[in-house]
C-alpha cells in the first residue's frame, strides 16, 4: 500500500494542525471543515480502507474512537454531541487511503446524511 498526505503529516514532512497526539494515533484538523469542529483521527499505522482491518488491528482502530471522545470533550463538544463518520472506497466518498475517524460538530447535523446532494454526485 502507497504512501498518503496522511503519512506526511504524521512524519511532519507537511503542516496540519494537530489536537492530539500519541504512540498509536494522530488527530488534527480537517483541511476543509464540514462543521464548526472537525477533525481527523488515524492511526500511525498505514491501514488502506476498513476493509483492510486485520484481527490484530482491532485495539487500534478501537483507540480511534476513544480519542475522538477525548479531544471533543477538551472542545467542548461533547455534551451536546458529535459525530464520527469513517467513509469506505469511492461509494463511501473516501479520499485519503489511510483510515481516518472524521469527528465533526458544534452545530446540530443533519440525519440521515445522504439527504444532502454528495459532492461526487453534482
Ligand atoms: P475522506 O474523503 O473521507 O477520505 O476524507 C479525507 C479528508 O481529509 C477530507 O475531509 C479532507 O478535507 C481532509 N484532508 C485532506 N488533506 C488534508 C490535509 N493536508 N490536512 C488536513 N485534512 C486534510
Redesign the pocket.
Given at each position: 500500500m502507497s504512501e498518503t498526505?496522511?503519512d506526511k503529516?504524521i512524519s511532519r514532512e507537511?503542516p496540519?494542525?494537530i489536537v492530539y497526539e500519541d504512540d498509536i494515533s494522530l488527530a488534527?484538523?480537517?483541511?476543509?471543515p464540514?462543521a464548526p469542529v472537525?477533525f481527523?483521527v488515524i492511526p500511525k499505522k498505514r491501514i488502506a480502507t476498513i476493509n483492510d482491518i486485520a484481527k490484530e488491528d482491532r485495539e487500534v482502530v478501537g483507540h480511534l474512537s476513544w480519542v475522538a471522545a477525548k479531544v471533543a470533550g477538551e472542545m467542548g463538544i461533547a455534551q451536546e454531541g458529535f459525530r464520527t463518520?469513517?467513509?469506505c472506497n469511492e461509494f463511501?466518498?473516501?479520499?485519503?487511503?489511510h483510515i481516518?475517524l472524521?469527528v465533526l460538530g458544534g452545530k446540530l447535523l443533519g440525519w440521515p446524511p445522504y439527504t444532502d446532494k454528495p459532492k461526487n454526485l453534482e
Open positions: 498526505i496522511f503529516i507537511i496540519a494542525d488534527f484538523k480537517d483541511i476543509n464540514q472537525h481527523l463518520v469513517m467513509n463511501g466518498g473516501q479520499s485519503v487511503y481516518h472524521h
